[in-house]
């Protein structure tokens, strides 16, 4: 398992917390072997992104590339924090834990799940909701970052 944490905000993030976190949440969702990295990038970077990619003109939580789907699984996750922390205080819900589910997210794309119809949505949903039950938050003692 390689987790390459990348910060390109100018923020400080800390990339070993970051690591710890990704790799607990690897072995959650039943991906051990993986070569994953994780960018963490601003705003307009993550809108320009989400342009190129998906041809949507704002800043998302989260993009996540898959690149091989072998034996190692390979991709990247790009988070853009000021939109996850944003959109939890819309919703009034607590940005850390925020952060950890739209990793979750991520990881569940990495692994084959998608959204794309209303189907596939509500069994990714079941499948996160489940998820973040079994996760105990407060072990995760690192998710300062």
């Given at each position: 398992?390689?987790?390459?944490?990348?910060?390109?905000?100018?923020?400080?993030?800390?990339?070993?917390?970051?690591?710890?976190?990704?790799?607990?949440?690897?072995?959650?969702?039943?991906?051990?072997?993986?070569?994953?990295?994780?960018?963490?990038?601003?705003?307009?970077?993550?809108?320009?992104?989400?342009?190129?990619?998906?041809?949507?003109?704002?800043?998302?939580?989260?993009?996540?590339?898959?690149?091989?789907t072998?034996?190692?699984?390979?991709?990247?996750?790009?988070?853009?924090?000021?939109?996850?922390?944003?959109?939890?205080?819309?919703?009034?819900?607590?940005?850390k834990?925020?952060?950890?589910?739209?990793?979750?997210?991520?990881?569940?794309?990495?692994k084959?799940y998608?959204?794309?119809?209303?189907?596939?949505?509500?069994?990714?949903?079941?499948?996160?909701?489940?998820?973040?039950?079994?996760?105990?938050?407060?072990?995760?003692?690192?998710?300062?970052i």
């Amino acid at each position: 398992m390689t987790v390459l944490v990348h910060n390109f905000t100018g923020h400080p993030i800390s990339i070993a917390r970051i690591k710890i976190i990704v790799r607990k949440l690897l072995l959650l969702v039943g991906l051990r072997q993986v070569s994953l990295g994780v960018s963490f990038v601003s705003p307009q970077q993550s809108k320009a992104l989400n342009f190129r990619y998906r041809r949507k003109r704002r800043p998302t939580t989260i993009l996540t590339f898959i690149y091989s789907t072998g034996k190692v699984i390979q991709g990247d996750m790009v988070l853009c924090l000021p939109v996850i922390f944003r959109e939890a205080k819309a919703h009034k819900k607590n940005g850390k834990e925020s952060l950890l589910y739209i990793l979750l997210h991520g990881l569940l794309h990495l692994k084959g799940y998608d959204h794309k119809n209303s189907r596939d949505q509500k069994r990714m949903e079941l499948i996160e909701a489940r998820l973040m039950h079994k996760l105990n938050v407060s072990k995760f003692k690192y998710l300062n970052i």
